[in-house]
Nanobody
Framework: QVQLVESGGGLVQAGGSLRLSCAAS????????MGWFRQGPGKEREFVAT????????GYPDSVKGRFTISRDNAKNTVNLQMNSLKPEDTAVYYC?????????????????WGQGTQVTVSS
């Protein structure tokens, strides 16, 4: 069992930056692939970033590639999402998720554990 707690959300102007963090419980954090997803108002949950358990392989959709960076520190049981050049369309609740097996995935149904989410609002 893994418990995930996100932090770092808030209100930022377009063009600004935010850094989200996700703290995980448990001693097996290093065996999970991690992902970030978001759900905007009236929208379905969408993939934002993923990172493998140990090799550091990452993946992003075109909508955030070059602006967002996912990273992890297995010693500290944390995964971060650095978001730069934010746009109003990035406004959403951002969720951290853990996937058993260690391989990256962009599919939300392949993740086993989820945090409660943190709100990110980008004003124009």
């Amino acid at each position: 069992q893994v418990q995930l707690v996100e932090s770092g959300g808030g209100l930022v102007q377009a063009g600004g930056s935010l850094r989200l963090s996700c703290a995980a419980s448990g001693r097996t954090f290093g065996s999970y692939a991690m992902g970030w997803f978001r759900q905007g108002p009236g929208k379905e949950r969408e993939f934002v970033a993923t990172i493998s358990s140990r090799s550091g392989i990452t993946g992003y959709p075109d909508s955030v590639k070059g602006r967002f960076t996912i990273s992890r520190d297995n010693a500290k049981n944390t995964v971060n999402l650095q978001m730069n050049s934010l746009k109003p369309e990035d406004t959403a609740v951002y969720y951290c998720a853990a996937r058993i097996g260690g391989r990256t995935s962009s599919r939300s149904d392949e993740y086993n554990y989820w945090g409660q989410g943190t709100q990110v609002t980008v004003s124009s």
